[in-house]
């Protein structure tokens, strides 16, 4: 009889008939134990081998308590149940990819009734755990475990930053059956791949807002949790499910003096590509500049040339300018204001008497400065890359994209702080109305002519 077990994040298969499954590629002979083994996240198709083959089977690996009752008021939407059948259909195991203010989360939800076991939920941020563990206990109605934010504490419905998680992986790794990794593609990051990896929970749902890596990191993702099982972006969703909105690209010019700077900076950096026959095209064309740079001092100083120049074109002065105007524009509505920099978020802040959120803002004044914006006590916000994953935002339907990075993650992020659901049908309105008052959600995107944000702009979308 083939018997597996689970030990410090590996399945060890010993026993009759367990040479029948060291032709498995991903099966090796261990002799110090004078058994077989492989990665704990390997254990749903060890199995499955074994039952295939009719080998007897002598299980050992799970040690996950019982859960009963599970049960959930959530009626899901017609792209929810679709998502869910369909990773039931790839075997309880795939990604789920949602646009922001979608309802991943509720789709996380009917997995953990469908499955009725012991379940780990992971996220990157204190925030999400925050959520994460509000949700579940008032929908369960039963104590949730909390690993991380100065807790260590274990349920059978548990939910885990991706640190802790990646900390006690070994330790984790036979106490639940079913796996949620929301935000999944920081899964990609080589030492969070852990948390799959060491990790037997046969059933696994990723969950994300777009699964772009710039690594390239699909495949290690799809090999530990499940290929992208069900996809649906802000388009499919917009009118009937999420708020109807339009993209509007806005143009400024350099002024003079700046338009000289960015040149000079520009240039150096561009000559520097020139000369050492380097050509930037993918992340790891950056990364060898960025490695050039610690020993030759041409690539350094062309390296500081292009943080320079993109901190021109990204801050233009004209940018605040025209955000007085959009900010007077919709002094009606509910605004988000986001920016690259942290020190343009207090300018703004200072100049229009705007809160706002940045990586220096403490938990509890990032806390109070949101649940303000929700009561409609701020009519605006201003941020810089914080607001983007990991936070429970309140609605807005206007948005400003002052200044960021080429990600299409980013960009659909920022785009889903103005997207919220609505049941209201999604009716179209005649296209002359302004859209943020007619019931649409709009954002702005503040690109400055004539410098690489062009091509920014253009990557992101």
Avoid at 387 to 405: F, I, Q, R, T, Y
């Amino acid at each position: 009889m083939v018997r597996l077990r689970y030990e410090a994040g590996t399945i060890r298969v010993d026993g009759e008939g367990a040479e029948a499954l060291s032709a498995l590629s991903f099966v090796r002979r261990d002799d110090r134990s004078e058994s077989y083994r492989t990665p704990a996240f390997r254990y749903a198709v060890l199995r499955e081998t074994c039952r295939d083959r009719s080998l007897p089977l002598a299980d050992e690996v799970l040690d996950a308590p019982a859960v009963e009752g599970l049960s959930t008021a959530y009626e899901l939407r017609n792209y929810q149940a679709a998502a869910l059948s369909a990773w039931h259909d790839a075997g309880d195991r795939g990604v789920v990819e949602l646009p922001t203010g979608s309802g991943k989360t509720v789709v996380g939800i009917g997995a953990m009734v469908d499955r009725g076991a012991a379940t780990l939920v992971v996220v990157p941020t204190i925030d999400l755990l925050e959520q994460w563990q509000r949700e579940l206990e008032a929908e369960f109605d039963r104590p949730v475990g909390r690993l991380g934010g100065g807790e260590q504490r274990l349920e059978a419905v548990t939910v885990a930053t991706y640190d802790s998680a990646y900390l006690r992986a070994d330790e984790l790794g036979d106490r639940f059956e079913l796996l949620v990794l929301d935000e999944v593609h920081h899964l990609g990051g080589e030492g969070y791949r852990d948390v799959a990896r060491l990790t037997a929970a046969p059933a696994r749902l990723g969950l994300t807002a777009t699964f772009e890596r710039p690594d390239g990191a699909h495949e290690a993702v799809a090999e530990l949790v499940g290929p992208v099982v069900h996809r649906l972006d802000a388009d499919d969703l917009a009118g009937d499910h999420l708020a109807d909105y339009d993209i509007k690209r806005l143009e400024v010019e350099l002024t003079d003096e700046e338009r000289a700077r960015y040149e000079e900076f520009q240039g150096t950096f561009v000559d520097y590509l020139r000369e050492s026959g380097l050509q930037l095209r993918s992340g790891g064309d950056y990364q060898e500049l960025v490695k050039r740079s610690g020993s030759d001092p041409r690539a350094r100083e062309a390296l500081l040339a292009k943080q320079r120049a993109r901190e021109v074109m990204m801050n233009a002065d004209r940018k605040t300018e025209l955000l007085a105007e959009l900010l007077d524009r919709h002094r009606e509505d509910r605004v988000i204001v986001f920016t690259a920099h942290t020190d343009l978020v207090y300018d703004i802040a200072e100049r229009f008497l705007v809160p706002p959120i940045t990586s220096e803002t403490g938990a509890a004044e990032r806390r109070e400065i949101l649940e303000r914006f929700r009561r409609g006590d701020y009519a605006r916000v201003v941020a810089a890359n914080v607001l983007d994953e990991g936070v429970d935002v309140p609605d807005a339907n206007v948005a400003v994209v002052l200044s960021g990075s080429g990600s299409e993650r980013e960009f659909t992020q920022r785009l889903g702080r103005v997207l919220r659901p609505t049941d209201d049908g999604g009716v179209r309105v005649d296209a002359a109305d302004e859209p943020a008052r007619a019931g649409r959600a709009l954002l702005y995107e503040v690109v400055t002519s004539e410098t690489a944000e062009e091509r920014v702009s253009r990557r992101r979308r």
